[in-house]
């Protein structure tokens, strides 16, 4: 019954049981290597050898797969994470008009109002007030003139003078009074009684002295400068035509 046995052995090809010796345990590393990629995640490392060998490494192609699509999947996150940043840069250049609208705001606005022309001065009527305080009338004529940019002419007459009620005449017409109202501030002083302060002041602005023919008209700067005194240079026409031209030439 012994060689029966060794006769099955001889018909068997030599070396026939030793590929299943070798091929389980290539079958049974494949399944652990399995195991592994699916516990551990996908390898990045290259797949070995054992790959082609059996059908059961296919599951690592597809690892190489989602590996090579997860670059895809990474433009979108980048896009993604810069869409906020866009969003945010957003605000940050709809703000700055803002600033710009505020300074403008706070700059102030340049006035386009020109200033009103002034008002004509207004022109005294006839005669002469021997209770006035001339002194104050002409201080107050100089500081106006300064303001509106006038000559003062102080009219130095009396109430009994025939001479000056011709020039008070002239001083009521239209054209004249407008003149007057445009370029001069108009002062009269009365020297006709018995006021030395009013004598005082002819001496102070005709200072040449002697006998001095009414009216006399003294143009006067808003400084106080003296510009023509009829006294010395003589007394115009006394018509409208006469004193117009005077006071025209005067007036700047």
Known sequence: MLRPVRADRRTQPPGAGAPRRIRLPLVAAAVVAA????????STEPVGSAAPTSASASPEPSATESAAASPESSPSVTASASAPASASATPRSASSPARAGSGAAATPAKSSRTPAAAQPAAVPGPGYDSSADAQKLIDAALRTAKSEGRMVLLDFGANWCGNCKAADKVFGQPQTAALLGKSYQLV??????????NSALLRKYSPSGGTYTMPV???????????????????????????NSFLRQWAS
């Open 188 to 197: 009269k002083i009365d020297i006709g009684g018995n006021s030395s302060a």
């Open 35 to 42: 195991g592994l990629s699916a516990a551990c995640g996908p």
């Open 217 to 243: 008209l003294v143009v006067v700067t808003p400084s106080g400068t003296v510009r023509t005194d009829t006294h010395v240079t003589g007394n115009p026409s006394l018509t409208a035509e006469g004193i």
